[in-house]
């Protein structure tokens, strides 16, 4: 909607909103579309700390993904081992 001119603001309550990281990229993005972001509740964190918090959420996902995948291959080994089933096959 922004690059086709649909709209000229992007409000949010809070840039996480928006996105979770990346956010001046998209504010840069914007200004080349003449569209303005305006942020309710704005950070008052500087650069370094914006920086910080954006490593620290990406670190959360990326853990949260692994440890997702070792759980569902945890349980998927548990069924297999306890007879519960055929195992190869994907039953949802």
């Known amino acids: 909607m922004v690059s086709d001119g649909s709209v000229s603001v992007v409000r949010v309550t809070h840039e996480d909103r928006l996105a979770r990281f990346g956010v001046g990229w998209l504010k840069r993005l914007f200004a080349v579309y003449g569209v303005t972001l305006e942020v ?3 950070k008052k964190s500087g650069g370094r700390d914006e920086l ?10 990326f853990a949260g993904r692994l440890y997702g995948m070792r759980s ?15 195992g190869g096959g994907d039953s949802g």
């Open 52 to 61: 910080l918090e954006d490593f620290v959420s990406l670190a959360t996902t």
């Open 40 to 42: 309710l509740h704005p």
């Open 72 to 86: 569902m291959e945890a349980r998927k080994r548990l069924l297999a081992e306890s007879g519960q089933c055929a």
